[in-house]
C-alpha cells in the first residue's frame, strides 16, 4: 500500500528560467519535511 502523503516530483527544464548563461543541473527545495533543503536533478523523478 502506497503512503497517501507521499508525492513525486519532476522538475522539467523546459519551465526553468534563468539571467544568467550558466548551465543549472540542480536545484535545492525545502519540503517541510524536517529533512531541509534537497538537492534535486533536473529531469529526474525524486520520491
Given at each position: 500500500?502506497?503512503?497517501?502523503?507521499?508525492?513525486?516530483?519532476?522538475i522539467?527544464t523546459?519551465?526553468?528560467?534563468?539571467?544568467?548563461?550558466?548551465a543549472i543541473?540542480?536545484i535545492?527545495?525545502?519540503?517541510?519535511?524536517?529533512?531541509?533543503y534537497?538537492?534535486?536533478?533536473?529531469?529526474t523523478?525524486?520520491?
Amino acid at each position: 500500500m502506497e503512503d497517501a502523503l507521499s508525492h513525486d516530483f519532476r522538475i522539467n527544464t523546459a519551465f526553468i528560467r534563468s539571467n544568467t548563461s550558466k548551465a543549472i543541473a540542480t536545484i535545492e527545495i525545502d519540503f517541510d519535511n524536517g529533512a531541509g533543503y534537497q538537492s534535486i536533478s533536473l529531469n529526474t523523478e525524486e520520491i
